[in-house]
């Protein structure tokens, strides 16, 4: 791709050498995930109410997986999360978030999340990166941003690191739990941004007004590793052996949101 003839930087060295990233599985791991949501969400964008405990959880957490990004050196500050919220097991036709936000907008022509294989769909979520590493001009109302600048010029190129591999853990995550279709709302311009990335996301419906405009999309697990552009595997590769890592020590089968 054109745009990026000139990124010569390994973008899987890259991002080991400012981040790392784990599957939250214990308490202490998602604690830190609900604390960087209550920060963000609640503290400094008012999208949800504060809390005493400075924890912002909610119904879905339970039924979800998290992950949680740090920096890569002592002392391993807190930078960001996101979640893919799983069906219920105990009540598999329990609606995602988005069928209840975008009830009115999905067109079921496309798809009909209430006729999948619940056990092969979830949704991606409560993305939050905290406010010392998204402070730039048009971010301070918004929990993440990713802008055609992110990506700097054909002459300058430069990669988002965070909010890329924010979403590449939950791949990582959904292809683990055996989810084969990801649902998303996202803001009007994403799949612009992630054409870029090889990503293919398909909008399924009209937009909302959720904390913003956005739009209900979907997009196919095994297709988005499949289809990445050569420069983003080194960069996979690495995001999936740190999510792999957390299965292969963590606990996997703790109910997930435990801690709520």
């Known amino acids: ?4 003839d000139n990124l010569t930087l390994n973008l899987g060295d890259g991002f080991r050498k400012y981040f790392q990233i784990s599957a939250a599985f214990d308490n202490a791991g998602r604690d830190d995930v609900f604390a960087i949501r209550h920060e963000v969400y609640c503290e400094e964008l008012g999208f949800e109410p504060v809390r005493a405990n400075r924890r912002e959880t909610d119904e879905y ?21 996101n979640r893919l919220v799983l069906a219920r097991p105990e009540d598999p036709a329990y609606p995602l978030p988005f069928e209840r936000t975008c009830a009115a907008t999905l067109d079921r022509r496309i798809i009909d999340p209430a006729k999948e294989p619940r056990g092969a769909i979830a ?25 055609d600048s992110d990506f700097g010029t054909a002459a300058q190129p430069r990669f988002p690191y ?26 009007p311009r994403l799949a612009d941004h992630f054409s870029k990335l090889g990503v293919k996301i398909r909008q399924i419906g009209g937009p ?18 499949g289809g990445l552009r050569f420069f983003m595997k080194p960069m996979w590769r690495v995001v999936n052996e740190q999510i792999d890592a957390g299965y292969t020590s963590g606990s996997p089968d703790l109910p997930a949101g435990s801690a709520c």
């Not at 949704?123 to 802008?147: D, I, N, P, Q, T």
Request: with cysteine; charged share 25%.
């Open 1 to 4: 791709m054109a745009f990026f």
């Open 61 to 81: 957490d339970r039924h979800s997986r998290h992950c949680l990004l740090r920096t890569s050196t002592e002392p391993h500050t807190l930078v960001g999360c």
């Open 123 to 147: 949704e991606v979520s409560r993305l939050a990166v905290r406010g010392l590493y998204r402070r730039r001009k048009g971010e301070a109302r918004s929990e993440v941003a990713l802008s």
């Open 162 to 187: 965070i909010p890329i591999s924010l979403y590449l853990a939950v791949v990582a995550i959904a292809q683990r739990e055996g989810v084969e279709t990801l649902f998303v709302l996202t803001e």
């Open 208 to 225: 909302v007004e959720h904390r913003g405009t956005r739009i209900p999309s979907m997009m196919d697990v095994k297709g988005i590793i």
